[in-house]
Every structure is written in C-alpha cells, then in structure tokens.
C-alpha cells in the first residue's frame, strides 16, 4: 500500500478538509474577539497574529453553530485519512542518513513541523471538544499558533510536492484501482526518494480494501460528529458526546456546558438577595436590579441557537429583556462594549464582552425564561445571555454584572 500514489491519493483527500477545517477555524477565532474586553480565553493575546479585522455579525442567527460544525465535522472526518496518510510515509522517518545536504535537512525540518503540526492541532482539538485536557497549557492560544505552524509548512510542502502528486495521480487512474482485487494489486515500482517498496512481499489487502476502509471510518466519523451538530434526532449517532446523547424533553432538557455545582454557584447568591448591577463606566449611571425589576420590563422572546465550540448546537426559545434595553437604562447605547461578568469566582467562563452591534441587536436578551419556564440553575439563574450567531462561550450564564465601555 505504501508508494508515491498512495501517498498523493490520500493528500489530494485531506487537502480541501483542511482548508475547511482552517477557514472556520480562524472565523472562530474571530468570534472569540479575545481582544474585545475580557474575552479573557486565549491569555495574553494582541501577540502579533491577530485577525480581528471586523466584530462577528448576529446574523444569520446559526452562523457560529454552522462554521464551527463545519470545523469539527471537516477535522474530525480528515482523521482516518490523516493517520492512513502518516502511516504510508513513516518508513521516511528512518531516513539514513538524517541529512544528505542541507536542502533535504530543511525539507525533513520543515517534515517535522508538518507531522508534529498536524498531530499537535489535532490531538488538541479533538481533546477540547471531548472536555479532557491532561494538559496545563492554555487551549485557544495553542490550538491557534500550532495552526500556523502546520499551516506554514503543509504550504511549503505543497509547494515541493505538487509536481509529483500531479505526475502520479495521472500515471494510475483511480477508477482503474477499484477495478482491482488483491490478486491483480501490483506494487508501487520502487522510485528514489519515495517509499515504494524496493522489496516488496506479495500484497495482504487490495488497494481498493485499503481506500475502502479509509472512506469508511471517515464517513463514521462524520456521522458521530455531525450528530452533534444537527442535533435532534441525529444526536443518537453521536456516541463519542462528552455531553450525552439524550436529555428527556422538559423545558430545561438540553445539553448544560458546565453545571452550576462545577462553576461553584453557591444557591443563596442565586435567591432573592440576588441583583443584577447594569453599570456606564464612563457616567458612572448605574441600574441595581431584582429579577422581578426584569420580569417587569418588557419581554421578549427569540429563537435561538447555543452553538458550542465543541460542535454541538441547540436553538431553544428564550424570554427575557432586551440587552439594548438595559443600555439605554444607563444611557450606554452607543458605548463600544459591555464587559459581562457572573457569580462563577474562577475559571475563564465567568465573563465575556459583547461588541455594540452585537448587545445592541434586538434579538440579544438577558434571558429569564426558556420554553415557558424559569431558566433551570444549570442554564444560568436567575439570568443569562444569549446572542444570536456569537460563540456558546460568550452566552454567560448566573449573570450578576453587565458594564457598559466606551
Ligand atoms: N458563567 C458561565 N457562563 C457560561 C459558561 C461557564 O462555564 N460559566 N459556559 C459557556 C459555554 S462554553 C457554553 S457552550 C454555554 C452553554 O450553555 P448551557 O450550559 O446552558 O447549554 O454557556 C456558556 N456560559
Ligand atoms: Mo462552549
């Protein structure tokens, strides 16, 4: 199965997954807008590489849960393909000598930041998106430069390898490969500088098993994860959900993020004695609200989705007041950001910003109900954000503090 063929068969396959899987990765970044406020996920950004040439938009409203479906769906889907693709070149990776001159020392250089790259990016998202991280390094900003890094040397190896990708994918037609059963599979002919086989044994699998078996286990995974994403009926097909794949069908049974218990809420903060703090930095102009003051202010109700950076997504219908209303209650309309913080003490969940046009949306409520009941403790009460199109992340949940910046 090894040889130059199947290696350019298996690229020319993972190269339009990954331009989709890094086009929506970057957007997310964009949504992130870590440089907005206290979007604090990334740690310390503004290091250089930033892409925030222009604040996410609200609508259409599934945006987020559409781009970042695609981003797992596409990453996930390349798996099988990638780890077929790295199996048929390793034998280069006992190269003897290790350098030959100094061009095939860059080349192999630039060979290590493409595997290394590739399985950093990989590993790590698929980690996150299954809430494990054995690790102490910050997810975003290690997902986002180890893209660069592999995207950087994936273009430098396109650019040397697309001769022979070419040259071989036309030597041997595809259709013609699938025609073939393991008796009529003939070897690679063995080519300096490629890992045909200069001795090779009679084959185990036809070339058509090998590929077939690769396209199935990438079809699978897309079927896991676009369970996920499509939600409602195909949710049963997503077995790998961190989440869960059923929750009942209550008002308040769809996937919770975190729990108010591993955020630390502590119930008599969400009681009676709670207070929403609606604050104008720059007047100083501030609202001390109880949730009967909002439940008593005009309300609202949108369908709208949660859309996790997971992949998963879920449109619920929420109740609540507009948070353009609660801007103008301190004469904030025109302020550049709102800087919303919750009752969570730790953990970089606690706040996020939202930008003008996105508070100032009139489907962006603070809601206080959703389906017709009280939002439950684990969706956030006694209050919560929710924005049409933004990143699940920047939907606070047990709000308590909204301040308005210029
Ligand atoms: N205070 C607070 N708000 C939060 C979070 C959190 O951990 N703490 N998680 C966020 C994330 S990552 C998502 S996807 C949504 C999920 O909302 P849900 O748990 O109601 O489904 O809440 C967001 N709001
Ligand atoms: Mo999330």
New binding site residues.
């Given amino acids: 199965m090894r040889g130059p063929w199947m290696a350019s068969l298996l690229s020319s396959a993972l190269l339009p997954l990954i331009v989709i899987c890094s086009l929506t990765g970057f957007l997310s970044h964009v949504a992130y807008y870590p440089e907005l406020g206290s979007n604090s996920i990334t740690g310390d950004s503004g290091v250089g590489f930033d892409l925030y040439f222009f604040d996410w938009p609200t609508t259409p409203a599934w945006l987020y849960a559409f781009t970042q479906g695609l981003h797992v769906i596409s990453g996930v889907t390349a798996i099988p393909i990638l780890l077929a693709k790295l199996w048929v070149v390793i034998p280069k990776l006992f190269e003897w000598p290790p350098a030959r001159s100094i061009a095939h020392a860059i080349e192999r250089l630039s060979l290590l930041l493409l595997v290394g790259g590739s399985l950093f990016v990989f590993f790590t998202g698929i980690m996150n998106i299954q809430l494990y991280a054995p690790w102490s390094f910050p997810f975003v900003p290690a997902h986002y430069y180890g893209a660069f890094v592999f995207l950087g040397a994936l273009a430098f190896h396109i650019v040397t390898k697309l001769p022979t990708v070419q040259r071989k994918l036309n030597e041997r037609s595809l259709r013609q490969v699938l025609r073939e059963n393991r008796e009529q599979t003939e070897p690679e002919p063995p080519e300096h500088e490629t890992t045909a086989p200069v001795d090779p044994v009679d084959p185990s699998i036809s070339r058509r098993g090998f590929i077939g078996a690769i396209a199935a286990s990438s079809v699978a995974m897309t079927i896991i994860a676009g369970g996920q994403v499509l939600g409602g009926p195909f949710r049963r097909f997503a077995i790998l959900a961190p989440h869960g794949r059923d929750y009942g069908d209550g008002p308040n049974d ?5 729990t108010a218990e591993l ?1 630390g809420i502590k119930t008599p903060t969400t009681g009676p004695s709670w207070r929403l703090t609606v604050v104008n930095e720059q007047t100083g102009e501030q609202a001390k609200l109880s949730r009967d003051d909002l439940l008593a202010m005009t309300q609202y109700t949108e369908d709208l989705p ?1 859309a ?2 997971e992949g998963w997504s ?1 449109t619920q219908t929420w109740t609540g007041v507009r948070l353009r209303d609660l801007a103008e209650m301190v004469g904030a309309q025109e302020d550049r950001y709102v800087q919303v913080e ?1 009752l ?1 003490e730790f ?1 970089a ?2 706040q996020a910003a939202l930008a003008q046009s996105q508070f100032s949306d009139d489907r962006s409520l603070l809601a206080l109900k959703v389906n017709g009941a009280d939002i439950s403790l ?3 009460f006694p209050a ?1 954000i929710i924005v049409p199109a933004l990143p ?2 920047h ?4 709000v308590n503090r909204m301040t308005f910046r210029v």
């Fill in positions: 769809f996937q919770v993020n975190k955020a949660i996790c950076v879920t919750s969570q953990g969940f606690r684990d969706h956030g919560r699940g992340v939907n606070t949940k047990w």
